[in-house]
């Protein structure tokens, strides 16, 4: 009953504290791709992958351990088996080899399971898993599907060519991204580029790549890769078109790639849009707006760097705004100024960024709204502020159903862990008046003396002795002496035998002159001593 009874007081602590962090665990940490498929794999081939560990609370250092499951597994090796995220990232790259050596052809599944533990670091500065106890647990999974062919597969594909602005005396470089989807290392066989100025009308120039010049990308691997073209541009606009050859022809075309050579210098410029802001949130309609961004030269020549702003109503721009430019020395920093007044309510967007040079800043964006009037104003306003204080962190509606589920147990352990006590402490009465009268003497004896036992001794006095059980005697009852009693009737004689216990002693003439006139139900006093019965005297005044 006792382990019975405390498994059930602390079952509900712990789903308290259970219940607490529900909506953590497995909630604030993720894996992209959570679902990969890796395809046209050869045994004896290794290839590398990634995935990405994310957590949603980056305030403290964390570790995961990786643990891998189902049939596939065997064909995985883990780099690392505990990933490190120090306090304030909040993502990791996890890579990872699959390296299937006998693998029958066809699909075959893994998963990499991270999830939270406690470690130690060695002398060698390794971490080292430690004893974690009792601790709530996060995690995630990553799923892995992938496909064994044991034949050579070449399969790639190029995406997303580009290239920067350049200055003259430079090469121009060009980059792009390819995907290896088979299982052996590939390469385009040759690259062409066509080269002409924006405002010529002339034959363009063309340049040819070699094989040679071109790096392979390894089986299932995706990178980014380059080439550049070693000729001398002069100062103006560019045009290019990207052909891309394979084995079997023209693979992959990017035409109209723009791009501008620059005199020298012009690059070596660096500034920093810090930031964008308005001097309110909302206005109303006709209310001036005003707009600070600020600039900073981080570079090491001198820069002039011009502000663009456009103001966007309900996705359509209405209306663009040039602030600058401003010359500004190495490391100086500048507030741009700027203003709009809004001729219609609803939602406003600014996209601003900063050109200096030949380059230019990434985008900034502030929003803001405008009212008809100010009553309206202050309406949203308010709205705002209670939907602000109403509003909770999102639960996924597995959690959901983990809280109600955990929360349903834990009503009906409470429930029973009461019922539980309610018994003991009936059960701990019952055997208490069991055990003892409501004199305080043993179970089934009488303390006839009407003394209670523990005074007595505390005043010197032994307990008075206890009579016997009474046994029943055959044959007539004994006789008895009958009493008179001065202050009843007649008719109230008592001539039944007196118990001890209810047996008064004689008042004294001083004692009946103070007693009250209006007492009438005064106890019989015997005339005899009653057989078997032990005198008074001797109860109250014992023998020495």
Do not use: C, W
Request: net charge negative; charged share 20%.
């Amino acid at each position: 009953m006792k382990k019975l009874f405390f498994l059930l007081l602390f079952t509900p602590i712990f789903l308290i504290g259970l219940l607490s962090n529900a909506g953590n665990a497995y909630a604030g940490v993720g894996v992209s791709p959570a679902l990969m498929t890796v395809k046209n794999l050869s045994n004896g081939v290794k290839v590398q992958k990634s995935l990405f560990l994310s957590r949603a609370d980056a305030s403290e250092d964390a570790y995961y351990k990786v643990s891998l499951e189902k049939d596939g597994s065997r064909y995985i090796e883990l780099i690392e088996e505990i990933v490190e995220m120090p306090a304030g990232k909040k993502e990791v790259e996890y890579p990872f080899y699959i390296y299937p050596q006998s693998a029958a052809k066809g699909e075959h599944k893994a998963n990499l399971i991270f999830t939270t533990t406690q470690v130690t670091r060695a002398e060698d500065g390794t971490l080292v898993e430690k004893s974690q106890g009792m601790a709530f647990i996060e995690g995630a999974t990553g799923h892995v599907t992938f496909i064994v062919t044991d034949e050579s597969v070449e399969s790639y594909e190029i995406t997303d060519v580009y290239t920067d602005n350049t200055e003259v005396g430079q090469p121009v470089a060009f980059g792009y991204n390819i995907v290896n989807r088979g299982n052996v290392d590939s390469r385009p066989t040759k690259v062409v580029v066509s080269l002409r100025r924006v405002d010529s009308e002339g034959a363009p120039r063309q340049f040819t790549i070699d094989e040679s010049d071109l790096s392979y990308v390894g089986p299932s691997q995706e990178q980014q890769d380059g080439f550049t073209l070693e000729t001398a541009l002069t100062f103006g606009d560019y045009v290019a078109d990207v052909v891309f050859y394979g084995a079997q022809g023209v693979i992959y075309t990017e035409n109209g790639i723009i791009f501008s050579v620059y005199p020298p210098g012009t690059l070596g410029q660096e500034v920093k849009f810090q930031s964008m802001e308005t001097d309110a949130e909302s206005y109303k309609v006709n209310d001036l707006v005003g707009i600070v961004g600020k600039i900073e030269n981080s570079g090491t020549l001198v820069s002039q760097p011009v502000l663009y702003i456009n103001v966007l109503k309900e996705g359509q721009r209405i209306e663009f705004i040039k602030e600058g430019p401003k010359t500004m020395l190495q490391k100086q920093k500048a507030d741009y100024l700027s203003t709009f007044r809004p001729s219609e309510p609803g939602q406003y967007l600014l996209q601003a960024f900063v050109e200096y040079g030949a380059q230019k800043t990434e985008n900034i964006e502030v929003a803001f709204e405008v009212f008809s009037d100010a009553s309206e104003q202050a309406a949203a306003t308010q709205g705002d502020v209670q939907a602000s204080s109403q509003t909770e962190s999102p639960v996924t509606s597995d959690d959901g159903r983990l809280r109600k589920i955990g929360y349903g147990i834990l009503i009906v352990l409470i429930l029973i862990l009461l019922f539980i006590i309610i018994k003991r402490l009936r059960e701990d009465d019952d055997e208490y008046y069991d055990e003892f009268d409501p004199n305080g003497g043993p179970a089934g004896m009488e303390n006839q003396s009407g003394v209670n036992p523990s005074m007595a001794t505390q005043a010197g006095v032994p307990p008075a002795p206890t009579a016997p059980p009474q046994i029943p005697v055959q044959g007539p009852p004994l006789p008895t002496a009958p009493s008179t009693n001065q202050f009843s009737t007649p008719d109230a004689i008592n001539t039944s035998p007196t118990p001890l216990a209810s047996f008064q002693p004689p008042m004294s003439a001083a004692q009946s002159s103070g007693t009250s006139q209006t007492s009438t139900a005064m106890p019989p006093a015997p005339t005899s001593q009653p057989q078997n019965q032990v005198p008074i005297d001797d109860i109250i005044n014992p023998a020495s």
